[in-house]
């Protein structure tokens, strides 16, 4: 399961893959693909997501954007942004 688009005109990427589902917001000139921990310029959030080993890659399309729009509404609020 992958995701990508913007947030406030920054690109993310979402994806749900083994055991875990990551998703990064990025600055300008950082690649959201490329981020696999938070650092300057970005937002990143991981957490593991479901029982079995390959859960997260056959996570429902409907609980991807939930998590997309919860991480989403948590960038947005740390910028200031209601």
Not at 29 to 43: I, K, L, N, Q, Y
Request: aromatic content about 14%; charged content about 25%.
């Amino acid at each position: 399961m992958q995701a990508w688009g913007s947030v406030d005109g920054l690109e993310f990427y979402f994806r749900a893959r083994w055991t875990s589902w990551t998703l990064a917001i990025t600055e300008p000139g950082v690649d959201p693909v490329d981020v696999s921990e938070e650092r300057p310029g970005t937002f990143f959030r991981s957490q593991t997501w479901g029982a079995g080993p390959y859960d997260a890659g056959y996570m429902p399309e409907d609980e991807a954007e939930r998590i997309i729009r919860m991480c989403a509404a948590e960038f947005l609020r740390g910028r200031g942004a209601p």
